[in-house]
């Protein structure tokens, strides 16, 4: 791998696109260029919807059969590569090369079980006969059908899964894709193309495209082609998408704050360990990631104590040799967390662990205790490992801060007291809260939600089966 320069190539209708502009990937790990992907054209850009247009009436008219058959061909191309796509995730985003497998085995898995649900539960209609409708010789019957091209956006942290879990289902149901990766994750991506192209797709029905955002970013937004949309990655970029997309199905998964509450009843060192893992697993670059700890006065400082004996088990380094905290994915993540935390100490935090840049792009894991809720640190989203401790006073305030986030992603409660649990995850506005445990998207037949600006619809096994589908109904009457 040290000195192999890779090429990714964008596919557009069936065949492997280069362009004579290309876009460096960088390592994450020292900053040497380990490859290049396409930089497409405007003109690209239209030649993968019209290939993903034109492709979507032979796709949907395959027996499910056919396309399951065909979606298992991939996953056995996919699957062999699993180290190869593992150790290129190291160097391209900086996971941990054990976690990196583990993304792509989970997305190998999450294969076999949206097949399962699409088998069960979407290739026969649903049945309202006289029985239910209460009208003698009326039967409905009620199909999920796809609804065409759709556009998929996945962000850079899990380049593989986030791709897949959007891919597959949609492919599944009948629709045909554009997928379009983050640019530091499109080397990783490019490679799902050549699975794709081994088994043999019917060209035109998946599409991948890489490219400048400054060039074709919003350009890809525009397209009339697109009949629906799934999206990882910024708010903003969410909200374009949405206004380009009036009445069209759409999943957007955007930013998280999500908040720990403690309470007084927490068993502390299991809420010091799920806080330290969920704060600090991949960097803190997850959306589900721990981004603020609301605790009660009085059992701050024993929670604090916990929470560094837990961050100094953490080993730092290289992706390549499995640490927990790695190089972030650039230099400008650095800066801006190295800011979140120089404006919460002006605002009289104390920084109790950590802080400290070793190695390159390498920020040591941050704690800060005592945050103000005046410093930036308490409402924006690091995307790093940067976790601010805010001591409250009652429980009330707590959810109080925690509902006054503009995001409104996961959240979890620590306490002994399941009644207590309950009644605080009752009040949290949240997609989801996890009681006595870190955030996280998994497992992965959960719907995963996010409200107010942390997203739009919903994901998951079942429901991204669903997303991109309509409802259609066909009466027999006697
Ligand atoms: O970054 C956003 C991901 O959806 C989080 O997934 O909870 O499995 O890390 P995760």
Redesign the pocket.
Known sequence: MENTFYKGSAYINGKFVDSEKTIPVISTIDGSTIGSVAALSKKDIDMAFEGAHLAFNLWRNLTPEMRIKKIKEFAEYFIAEKEFLATLMSYEIGKSYNDALKEVERSYENIFETIEVYEKEFVNPSVIGPEVNKIKGKTGYFYNVPVGVVLAIA?F??PIN?GLAKIIPTLLVGNTIVFKPATQGSLVSSQLAKYFDQANFIAGVFNLVTGKGSEIGDYILENKRIQGATF?GSSDIGFKLASKLPMKPLVL?LGGKDAAIVTNNADVELAAKEIIKGAFGYSGQ???AIKRVLVTKEIADDLLIHLIKEAQKLKVGNPLNNPDITPLIDRKAVDFNIDLIDDAINHGANLVYGGNIEGYNLLRHTILDNVSTKSKLAWEEPFGPVLPIIRVSTINEAIAIANASEYGLQGSVFTKDLEEARTIAKYLDTGTVNINRG????PDIFPFIGIKKSGFGVQGIRDSLKAMTRVKGIVENE
């Open positions: 962000p942290n899990y986030l990882t998964e997850r959306c589900t955030s996280s998207r998994g």
